[in-house]
């Protein structure tokens, strides 16, 4: 869906102001009214900045939630520089390096929390095996 121009209209009547004149007294001079066409402006360009301090200050995986946020300070700066082609660039890298951080961080996370629990499995395996309660015999010696 492409965004269509509306006609402002600036001056919507026609006014008598006080114009001096050459003579001794005031003219008045009549103004006309003006009619501009305002194109919407295209979306803005996301730089995904906060996403990428998220990123960086707590799921930095391998250093790429810094590099994101690289990208999105660099996507800022072409903003405000008025490159929009070049910011929509460097949005759409930080934005991929976002996601990827995001991904393979909470992956870790996961990871990390299900060798846990298998560890502790495994260490209270071994302590039942090595140090059975009083009334049973070890395995090691059958």
């Known amino acids: ?12 009547y026609t006014y008598l102001y006080p114009f001096p004149g050459p003579g001794p007294g005031q ?3 009549q103004l006309q009214s003006t ?19 998220f990123n960086f200050g707590y799921l930095n995986f391998c250093c790429l939630g810094f590099i994101a946020l690289v990208y999105s300070i660099k996507s800022r700066d072409r ?15 930080a934005r991929s390096l ?18 846990a629990f298998a560890g502790v499995f495994q260490v209270t395996r071994t302590v039942q095996y090595y140090y059975p309660t009083q009334y049973d015999y070890p395995r090691r010696w059958n």
């Open 27 to 29: 003219r008045q001079q």
């Open 79 to 93: 903003k405000y520089l008025g490159d929009l082609v070049g910011a929509r660039s460097y949005a759409s890298r």
């Open 1 to 12: 869906m492409e965004p269509m121009p509306q006609q402002v209209l600036m001056v919507p």
């Open 98 to 115: 976002n996601i990827a951080t995001t991904v393979l961080s909470i992956l870790l996370v996961v990871i990390v929390i299900a060798l």
């Open 35 to 53: 009619v501009i066409t305002v194109a919407p402006s295209e979306p803005p360009v996301r730089d995904h900045f906060l996403w990428s301090i």
